[in-house]
T-cell receptor
Framework: ETGVTQTPRHLVMGMTNKKSLKCEQHLGHNAMYWYKQSAKKPLELMFVYNFKEQTENNSVPSRFSPECPNSSHLFLHLHTLQPEDSALYLC???????????FGPGTRLTVT | GEDVEQSLFLSVREGDSSVINCTYTDSSSTYLYWYKQEPGAGLQLLTYIFSNMDMKQDQRLTVLLNKKDKHLSLRIADTQTGDSAIYFCAVLSSGNTPLVFGKGTRLSVIA
């Protein structure tokens, strides 16, 4: 048990669907992250939240919309995705944004 | 910005030592991490080293840091089949910058 959970673990969605990924951390951390892991590419940081405030947005397309209602929960809302958005989406948390990060198991997303 | 490089594949025999290498470019890097990713799972923090250290040992794992050459390595002693996974090097630079990950090294352990 890593202390960071993600749901769902697998998601298949069409390009016109709207879905949300959920991340929850039970470690008392105050920073949370979304990463995208595609085949044969380095891990890509998408968003960073520190104390519920977004501190990083790495030029992510607007079809990805993050939400951080509190320091324990992080969502990634998805709409009108493209097939190239198919990837493993990893959530992580840390105590402040410059400490080691602990990762969830990821959501394997397939866009058809 | 920071650039982190790793070789993509490594194959070793069970019982041998594995050495996974990583190079980085930012000399102001402060924390350096090794993560392990098993099939179908997220990244698990294995170990980390501060930039003011040269070596850190934790059971079968030994991390070596050569700051002059900006080279980090992870040695796994007595490699087991359960060590088969992808190993990611990640580097944190000074200041308010996020972790930068390498592409990962896929370690295959042959019985």
């Amino acid at each position: 048990e890593t202390g960071v959970t993600q749901t769902p673990r697998h998601l298949v969605m069409g390009m016109t669907n709207k879905k949300s990924l959920k991340c929850e951390q039970h470690l008392g951390h105050n920073a949370m992250y979304w990463y995208k892991q595609s085949a044969k590419k380095p891990l890509e940081l998408m968003f960073v939240y520190n104390f519920k405030e977004q501190t990083e947005n790495n030029s992510v397309p607007s079809r990805f919309s993050p939400e951080c209602p509190n320091s324990s929960h992080l969502f990634l809302h998805l709409h009108t995705l493209q097939p190239e958005d198919s990837a493993l989406y990893l959530c992580a948390s840390s105590q402040d944004d410059n400490y080691e990060q602990y990762f969830g198991p990821g959501t394997r997303l397939t866009v058809t | 910005g920071e650039d982190v490089e790793q070789s993509l594949f490594l194959s070793v025999r069970e019982g041998d030592s594995s050495v996974i290498n990583c190079t980085y470019t930012d000399s102001s890097s402060t924390y350096l991490y090794w993560y392990k990713q098993e099939p179908g799972a997220g990244l698990q923090l294995l170990t980390y080293i501060f930039s003011n250290m040269d070596m850190k040992q934790d059971q079968r794992l030994t991390v070596l840091l050569n700051k002059k050459d900006k080279h980090l390595s992870l040695r796994i002693a007595d490699t087991q089949t359960g060590d088969s996974a992808i190993y990611f090097c990640a580097v944190l630079s000074s200041g308010n910058t996020p972790l930068v990950f390498g592409k990962g090294t896929r370690l295959s352990v042959i019985a």
